[in-house]
Protein backbone atom coordinates (compact mmCIF):
# COMPACT_ATOMS: atom_id res chain seq x y z
CA UNK A 1 0.00 0.00 0.00
CA UNK A 2 2.69 2.14 0.55
CA UNK A 3 4.36 1.91 -2.65
CA UNK A 4 0.83 2.65 -4.12
CA UNK A 5 0.86 6.15 -2.45
CA UNK A 6 4.15 7.08 -3.15
CA UNK A 7 3.83 6.55 -7.03
CA UNK A 8 0.15 8.06 -6.91
CA UNK A 9 0.94 10.99 -5.21
CA UNK A 10 3.79 12.31 -7.96
CA UNK A 11 0.83 11.47 -10.86
CA UNK A 12 -1.76 12.84 -9.12
CA UNK A 13 -0.02 16.15 -8.53
CA UNK A 14 1.07 15.71 -12.44
CA UNK A 15 -2.42 15.24 -13.79
CA UNK A 16 -3.79 18.38 -11.71
CA UNK A 17 -0.86 20.98 -12.00
CA UNK A 18 1.09 20.68 -15.44
CA UNK A 19 -0.08 21.26 -19.17
CA UNK A 20 -0.97 18.07 -19.70
CA UNK A 21 -3.34 17.50 -16.78
CA UNK A 22 -5.84 20.80 -15.67
CA UNK A 23 -3.21 23.22 -15.94
CA UNK A 24 -4.23 24.80 -12.52
CA UNK A 25 -0.30 25.99 -11.99
CA UNK A 26 -1.14 29.56 -13.68
CA UNK A 27 -4.54 29.42 -12.89
CA UNK A 28 -4.71 29.30 -9.00
CA UNK A 29 -3.21 31.47 -6.47
CA UNK A 30 -0.35 29.86 -4.42
CA UNK A 31 -2.15 29.53 -1.34
CA UNK A 32 -4.90 27.44 -3.35
CA UNK A 33 -2.24 25.35 -4.51
CA UNK A 34 -1.09 24.79 -1.50
CA UNK A 35 -4.35 24.35 0.45
CA UNK A 36 -5.05 21.71 -2.94
CA UNK A 37 -1.84 20.13 -2.57
CA UNK A 38 -1.88 19.05 1.61
CA UNK A 39 -5.64 18.34 0.89
CA UNK A 40 -3.97 15.67 -1.71
CA UNK A 41 -1.61 14.57 0.50
CA UNK A 42 -3.99 14.42 3.41
CA UNK A 43 -6.30 12.00 1.40
CA UNK A 44 -3.72 9.87 0.16
CA UNK A 45 -2.05 9.33 3.07
CA UNK A 46 -4.92 8.36 5.48
Not at 33 to 39: E, S
Amino acid sequence: MTLINYLAQPLVGGLLFTGYGTAFVGRVAPAWGAVITLTLFVLRTT
